[in-house]
Nanobody, 126 residues
Framework: QVQLVESGGGLVQPGGSLRLSCVAS????????IGWFRQAPGKEREGISC????????YYADSVKGRFTISRDNAKNTVYLQIDSLKSEDTAVYYC???????????????????WGQGTQVTVSS
């Protein structure tokens, strides 16, 4: 069955960095776009970044542009999210998910994603 497993979260001070990983199995990985989402307590799930399947185009929410970088390694069935200059408002559970959609306007919308990982907690605090 399809599995997406996130790792790399943790406690980090403001201004610090983390690299999250999302390893996928049970699907033809290079056929799917992979997105990263986050959900803070009491807030809706937010699409923050996506990398497309075919040409590795990248997409970012305005709230993370310039600080987050998404990349993929199809040989390892893995997508990475490099997070720099962390702020307290980045504290959330971070999820990766897969979608077969290739339409750019859908790629940061959680309702277009079918398979989800279990999430990894990122806490930014001094």
């Amino acid at each position: 069955q399809v599995q997406l497993v996130e790792s790399g979260g943790g406690l980090v001070q403001p201004g610090g960095s983390l690299r999250l990983s999302c390893v996928a199995s049970g699907l033809t990985f290079d056929y799917y776009a992979i997105g990263w989402f986050r959900q803070a307590p009491g807030k809706e799930r937010e699409g923050i970044s996506c990398i497309s399947s075919s040409d590795s185009n990248t997409y970012y929410a305005d709230s993370v542009k310039g600080r987050f970088t998404i990349s993929r390694d199809n040989a390892k069935n893995t997508v990475y999210l490099q997070i720099d200059s962390l702020k307290s408002e980045d504290t959330a559970v971070y999820y990766c998910a897969s979608t077969a959609s290739s339409r750019p306007w859908t790629l940061l919308r959680p309702d277009y994603y079918g398979y989800w990982g279990q999430g990894t907690q990122v806490t930014v605090s001094s």
